[in-house]
């Protein structure tokens, strides 16, 4: 696992990748830093972190789509898979690896806490409890990005599933309202991944969110192993 | 020690692999014939654990390689046909990370440059891997094997696409690994399997049509009794001289350049006519400028094992 997290950590800053999605997670995130609390002299960070669930949606799939369909593509899985590693350790180095990049991205957010707390006492708790939020967030998404990376062999295809399966999971509250059954609205809901994260950014941390997002990362690397298991079997 | 027993691989209706088993003892070079398509990649594939089989088993050292992938795999370096290599990456990358992969324990430095001073990769130590000639990133791929020193070779037809010097380098420096491991390799090349194996598997479509040691195989596969010869003189006077020789069946013209002509002579099977043929030749002022056996194709092969198989069930019935 720690041999394929490296190689993979590598495979982000050796190839533009990496440097494409921290670019537009930074630049993404100063335009909403400036718009919604320098410009309104507000300590309040709230709005920044809310507005950039968007960004995600759209960048997630960019850093995951080759983690899978890459090495099934050149075969370099055959290197993977037949080294003593277990399929869980190949699909957890890989994930850790993206995460790491992840959070290189996420960490510009304590520079913007930084400078905010340069004009006036911000409400800590709320802010460390957003990065986290984002953090959860983020790792679900990059989650789901791999799994749909391991269903194809083709990085663009990868990245178009992810983009649309990770925004309808986004969106399932508004689908859920377009249902007649007030049952079927209230899971939608339930399982909606925005609808989880805006309760970060409204600064309450609930541990249920917190379990809500561990288990869906826990689910879609799973299911991520099951399809390279499958693979091997057909 | 590599063990198989009835294994096979099914893709829906297609038997990629169909039963096959065979054993491949320590220090021994074991050769997968084939042509493309006869199920020596599945097999390989089945072998390293890179797919499950349909049915049957695979033991790695006695370990099977379903039931304790992690462990039989510790035993083993692969070489797929196509190298896995990480195009981004440098050798030194690469062979770095296969050894972390493997998580090998011999010292890293040292093993590592034993490795590429084996295969003669260290003057391209550390350039990128997407800049290396198919030559070379064949060996890159070769040494990814030998990290580890694992006791089981597999080589997936370890010298396509390289030019024949290097064809000549790997197949010695296979016979040097096979003194110490066990190895496997396939080829769709008679000649090459001949050269380096110590015992020759041929397979075709999916099943093992002949199992041997080398010689006895070579000497079922060799064609002896069909031989091409150049000589000069009238076509006529040469078929006649050389069909009045006994055993001689047939004694055709197959090409003529500047005046030699080239014929295709085949005896009955177990005759040697090779001493009669330069005998008459000569007492005929014809003389023979080049008389080898006919090589036979793996098409030829394939028909001469399988009509072998079936002469035999003849006689048995």
Redesign the interface.
Known sequence: M???F??EV??YF??PIGYIFLAAFYAFSAVFFTTSSIQNGSTEMNTMFSQLMLVLVVLIPILTMRTMAEDKR?????????????LGGIVAGKFLAALLTFTCAVSVTIVYAVIVAGYSEPDWMVIIGNIVGLELFGASFIAVGIFCSSLTENQVVAAVISFISILTLNLLSILGGLLPWEFLQNVFTKLSFYERYSGFTFGMFDLSNVLFFVSAIVIFLFLTVRVLEKR??? | MIEVQNLSKHYGDKKAVNGISFTANDGEILGFLGPNGAGKSTTMNMLTGYISSTGGKALIDGVDILENPIKAKKNIGYLPELPPLYMDMTVKEYLNFIYDLKKCKLPRVSHLKDICGLVKIDHVYNRMIRNLSKGYRQRVGLAQALVGNPPVLILDEPTVGLDPSQIIEIRTLIKKLGKNHTVILSSHILSEVQAVCDKIIVINEGRIVADDTETALSDKLTGAHILTAKIEGEVEKVQKLALSIEGVEVCKEINEREGVHEYRIESEEGVDIRRELFKKMAGADCPILELKSAELSLEDIFLKLTMGDAAAEEREA
């Open positions: 720690g041999a394929i490296r190689r590598l495979g050796t190839s050149s075969k370099t899985d055959q290197c993977l898979l037949t080294a003593p590693v277990s091997r079997w057909s």
